[in-house]
């Protein structure tokens, strides 16, 4: 009995090492003629979580024995990458780890490569909610992550003939041994059908009647903090019909339509959308956010009833962030629930949903602010369709007090679009719902209020505030680079881990010579590091002397991949010319990693462009000793934690005005990455904290942006500039796509006949410039640049994910820490009932 509770709680290497055996034994009915390296995997993640349970129980009896109030964060995306490293770094385990399965003959590295990457999400926004919830945890916050459990998350990547081709993600195929599925925890969700509008008490009260029912079935993660003191959950909602096949129609020989309604049902929790900018109209993704958003607040409303008590309490109960507009159906939901289903008054109920909901937009792109026609809300929710017109109709008698004889503006602030055919505003329907609107970074929070929405800001002044982003150290510096972190933590102490503040303690090692050629040695290994897990991967050939230049997100007009694609062309240029720009360039690996949205056709050009371009320059006898190109497919987060860490200097080169935060900029700072950039985003936070001496900023501000665009002409920057003019010439002259003429006519139409929306040539000038500068440093004085990387590390203090959710729960939610304690006394009852047996 002693020995099984050792095995079951313990965390020496032994006990590790039993209770993996146990699980290859038990879990996966192993042997040695019948085990597989994803059986081995399922083993130990069963084992990590065998230690984690436990603790995540104790959570929430500690959070409801003490009523705390919890944060429910609402994400259509939840982009996790793997679990198996972060849990034993958060657990305080991996040396021990180690050792077991050493012992057994198996080494961490190849287990913890098994696990598929978690990639319920597009990019930022997904990863910045993993990043949340990490922070969530380890801050002893209570909460609970609610989305949608995808089948089939962001689409594997290839490239074929440089184009980029979509493959499925099957992440869930081998199974998920980290989840639990709650076969007791399910919610019908209806849709369609008609409302019914009946007299009852002195007032009319709403009927909805579906014409279609799909159940949501919670299936849970643990989230574990740093120390595995707080536990906190992710729930994730899969989608099963009521019926498994109508038995009638099986029976008159109709299998298909017997299983239609079941396929139909369970559709919605198939794919995740490989598209978060553009909205189509698409009805399966309305009908995806509905269901999360019914569902999770369903499970909300079902833990408050448990209460027993009165409504009016529901705010200090419970605050609901909405992460974008995709979940914003949460504001008529929560309104039908308390009108429809608990009999409150309109008044009442809507000061409820106001004081529990908090929104968070992050976007500054006009295009990518969701709307959903009419006609479709009112086929799909026709009761939440009759609460949106009743909102937008009190606000509007309100808002006209603002903008007496105005209905221009009263046009523009109105939830309802009168386009053709009309449209639903979610990004106003989510500011009028609630009691928090915050940007991402300081400048987006500032536009927000000035540009996207300045009609609402003088509405509600007090409700326009900031959040500026931020990352988890734990996994973009504690476990994706080891050996610097441990450098760190020989310099300053490991408290920076819990409290990223102290890594300012770093600066003064800026100056230490031994530090810094530490730093060196460990940029080099990881660089070595990336460069192998490039060429098993993608039959890449790195060279991992050369100086890493590297941008890596969703590819996307307005993040101006093609600005670098053109500045490396005015490098090749150079060389091929004997110039003196490049004549003493140290050698220059590009990377570019990303993936575009299907259906968007100029993204996807511009991977064909850079993979054109990579192919004639990597095959030039004349540069190839001194310039190299390559895109690594299928960029995703295990591979972030790789290439970021071998980093030299980060591409953070959106057009100013339009980049929200960024959170990529960030990771790199805090690994001794230097960044080239505008002043975009949260790169002019970062400014503030290193200073723009210890970057390379270019290009026009976001002001003179807004002046440069009354008469901007792309046609007369290219002539003006001759070697601009001679590469924009080479690359429109089919010398990168020789035998697919025309491929690059729609970039060319773009650039000119459009206008160069993203004033590419208003800035490439300047990006040359400043490109320059930072091959020179590195080339000339390796000294400098590691100096100011480790100035970059130790300013990157403020953009951990700890302060950003400090700042939502003292100045949003208002909620207060629950310390949850490590409770031994199940350890002790089995160690005492041993000795009596």
């Not at 996790?80 to 003959?105: P, Q």
């Not at 195929?173 to 980290?178: A, C, K």
């Not at 019914?294 to 409303?301: E, F, G, H, T």
């Not at 700072?669 to 080239?676: C, D, F, H, P, R």
């Amino acid at each position: 009995m002693k020995d099984q509770q050792k095995t079951r709680y313990g965390h020496t290497a032994l006990d590790i090492a039993q209770d993996f055996a146990e699980h290859l034994k038990y879990s996966q009915d192993a042997d040695m003629y019948h085990t597989t390296q994803e059986g081995r995997y399922n083993a130990l993640a069963l084992t990590v979580r065998d230690r984690i349970i436990h603790q995540w129980n104790q959570s929430r009896k500690t959070q409801r024995s003490q009523s705390a109030k919890r944060v429910y964060y609402l994400s259509l995306e939840f982009l996790m990458g793997r679990a198996m490293t972060n849990n034993i770094i958060n657990l305080g385990i991996e040396e021990e780890v180690r050792k077991a399965l050493s012992s057994l003959g198996y080494t961490y590295e190849e287990l913890s490569e098994v696990e598929p990457d978690a990639g319920l999400g597009n990019g930022g926004l997904g990863r910045l909610a993993a990043c949340f919830l990490d922070s969530m945890a380890t801050l002893e916050i209570p909460a609970y992550g609610y989305g949608i459990r995808y089948n089939y998350g962001i689409f594997r990547q290839q490239i074929k003939n440089g184009w980029q081709a979509e493959q499925p993600d099957n992440w869930l195929r081998d199974g998920n041994p980290w989840e639990v599925i709650r076969p007791d925890v399910v919610y019908p969700v209806q849709f369609g059908g008609e409302v019914q509008v009946i007299r009852e008490h002195g007032r009319d009260q709403f009927k909805w009647s579906g014409s279609e029912i799909v159940q949501g079935i919670a299936y849970d993660t643990p989230i574990i903090g740093y120390g595995c003191k707080t536990v906190n959950t992710l729930r994730l909602w899969s989608a099963k019909s009521p019926e498994e096949f109508n038995f009638h129609e099986f029976n008159d020989g109709d299998y298909t339509e017997a299983v239609r309604s079941k396929i139909s049902a369970e559709n919605l929790s198939q794919v995740l959308y490989p598209n978060d900018t553009l909205y189509m109209g698409k009805e399966l993704r309305l009908k995806q956010q509905y269901f999360f958003v019914a569902c999770s607040l369903a499970d909300i409303v079902r833990r408050f009833k448990r209460e027993k008590q009165s409504w009016t309490n529901f705010p200090s109960f419970a605050a609901i962030q909405l992460n974008d507009t995709h979940p914003s159906l949460a504001v008529p939901e929560m309104m039908r629930i308390l009108l429809d289903e608990e009999q409150l008054d309109w008044d009442e109920s809507w000061d409820i949903t106001v004081r529990t909901m908090g929104y968070t937009n992050h976007t500054l792109m006009p295009e990518a602010l969701e709307k959903w026609s009419l006609p479709m809300l009112q086929k799909i929710l026709p009761r939440h369709l009759q609460i949106i017109y009743e909102i937008n109709h009190r606000f509007l008698q309100q808002a006209v007090a603002y903008f007496p004889l105005q209905p221009q503006m009263l046009s523009k602030i109105s939830i309802i679009e009168e386009s053709n055919p009309k449209q639903v505003r979610m990004a106003n329907l989510a500011i009028v719902g609630s009691h928090s609107t915050n940007g991402v970074a300081e400048l987006h929070s500032q536009l927000l209020k000035t540009s996207m929405f300045p009609q609402f800001n003088l509405i509600y002044p007090d409700r326009f505030n900031n959040k500026t982003n931020g990352i988890t150290q734990r996994r973009w510096l504690l476990a994706s680079n080891p050996k610097l972190a441990s450098l760190i933590t020989s310099a300053i102490g490991d408290g920076w881990i819990t409290d990223y503040s102290q890594i300012a303690n770093l600066a003064p090692f800026a100056k230490d010579s031994t530090f810094l050629t530490d730093f060196e040695k460990i940029k080099k290994e990881n660089k070595i590091r990336a460069a192998a897990f490039l060429k098993q991967e993608s039959n890449l050939i790195i060279n991992p002397d050369s100086f890493f230049d590297v941008q890596v997100k969703r590819i996307h007009e307005y993040k101006r991949q093609l600005l670098n694609a053109l500045n490396i062309l005015l490098i090749y240029t150079d060389l091929k010319n004997g110039g003196e720009a490049t004549k003493e360039m140290e050698h220059t690996t590009f990377l570019f990693g990303g993936k575009a949205a299907p259906g968007y056709v100029n993204a996807k050009l511009i991977i064909k462009l850079i993979n054109n371009i990579a192919k004639v320059i990597n095959a030039d006898p004349a540069t190839k000793d001194k310039l190299a190109v390559h895109f690594m497919p299928n960029y995703r987060v295990s591979m972030a934690e790789l290439i970021i860490p071998a980093t030299n200097l980060s591409e953070q080169i959106s057009t100013a005005g339009t980049e929200a935060s960024g959170t990529g900029n960030m990771k790199f700072m805090a690994n001794g990455a230097l960044t080239i950039g505008t002043m975009d985003g949260a790169n002019v936070e970062i400014a503030e904290e290193v200073g723009k001496e210890n970057m390379f900023i270019f290009g026009n501000t976001e002001e003179q942006i807004a002046k440069l665009s009354l008469g901007y002409d792309p046609f007369s920057r290219v002539l003006a500039d001759e070697e601009i003019k001679r590469i924009v010439d080479l690359l429109f002259s089919g010398y990168f796509n020789v035998n697919e003429p025309n491929i690059f006519e729609p970039l060319r139409r773009s650039l000119f006949e459009e206008g160069d929306r993203y004033y590419h040539f208003a800035d490439l000038g300047m990006y040359r410039d400043a490109h320059r500068s930072a091959r020179e440093l590195y080339t000339l004085d390796k000294a400098e640049w590691n100096r100011r990387a480790v100035l970059n590390i130790s300013a990157s203090g403020k953009f951990s994910s700890d302060r950003t959710i400090a700042q939502y729960a003292k100045e949003i939610w208002d909620i207060e820490p629950c310390p949850v304690e490590k409770d031994t006394s199940i350890d002790t009852a089995l160690a005492d009932a041993a000795k009596r047996k």
